[in-house]
């Protein structure tokens, strides 16, 4: 049980365009889900939480226009890079909580985003 | 702000060794939890272990074990008869049950040798 996807799992795309990427819980009901950034050989930097029904709220220094955020669903969350930029090109990875903060996150297998 | 220091970048060790990767986290909070996180060539992220910051006794679940030292803000792991399949990235990581957040270490490579 407990097992959260990504779609996709990578993607390539020019750079102005935007992308989609999904997280879905697929044997539970996520209250809250986390988005996260992974530059290579660096560690996770967390990018916003997203609550089911509610705006997220981002991490300073993240681009709410550029990196939207849609939880519109319990097994379901969306990232949306608008207009990306090489810059952006990293790997994306959720994670999903069914409860409050002592609940074990699961994390997605990551999206790997390459802008060119 | 809450840290978490992981001083090791990377480490060898042979197979069926036991190995201790060291944290070590700053925080004024008193409610947290700490966690190992192991992230394999795959990059799928898996929860090794937990601790709860109020609990004394040590978390174990199989090979791998933790020493909590909450006064010296110390977390390390400890693998015990290592496998190849332990070698991957290791996280470690805090989460105050007030800001809800994980925060995580810059990790440590693990290569376990055949």
């Known amino acids: 049980g407990a097992v959260v996807s990504q779609h996709p799992s990578w993607v390539i795309c020019k750079s102005g365009t935007s992308v989609k990427i999904e997280c879905r819980s697929l044997?539970?009901?996520?209250?809250?889900m986390f988005w996260y950034r992974q530059f290579p050989k660096q560690s996770l930097m967390l990018m916003a939480t997203?609550?089911?029904?509610?705006?997220?709220?981002?991490e300073q220094g993240v681009e709410k226009d550029k990196f939207l955020i849609n939880h519109a669903s319990l097994t379901l969350s969306t990232l949306t890079v608008t207009s990306a930029h090489p810059e952006d090109s990293s790997f994306y990875i959720c994670?999903?909580?069914?409860?409050?903060?002592?609940?074990?996150?699961?994390f997605g297998p990551g999206t790997r985003l390459l802008v060119l | 702000a809450q840290t978490v220091t992981q001083s090791q970048p990377e480490m060898s060790v042979q197979e069926a060794e036991t190995v201790t990767l060291s944290c070590t986290y700053d925080?004024?909070?008193?409610?947290?939890?700490l966690f190992w996180y192991k992230q394999p060539p795959s990059r799928q992220m898996i929860l090794v272990i937990r601790?709860?910051?109020?609990?004394?006794q040590n978390a174990t679940e199989n090979r791998f074990s933790v020493n909590f030292q909450k006064a010296a803000k110390s977390f390390s792991l400890k693998i015990s008869d290592s496998q190849l399949g332990d070698t991957a990235m290791y996280f470690c990581?805090?989460?105050?049950?007030?800001?809800?957040?994980?925060?995580f270490g810059k990790g440590t490579r693990l290569h376990i040798l055949p």
């Open positions: 990581a805090f989460m105050s049950v007030r800001d809800d957040k994980i925060i």
């Open positions: 044997d539970f009901q996520a209250t809250t």
């Open positions: 601790q709860e910051a109020y609990k004394q």
């Open positions: 925080t004024s909070e008193s409610n947290y939890y």
């Open positions: 997203s609550n089911e029904g509610s705006k997220a709220t981002y």
């Open positions: 994670s999903a909580r069914v409860g409050s903060g002592w609940e074990t996150q699961y």
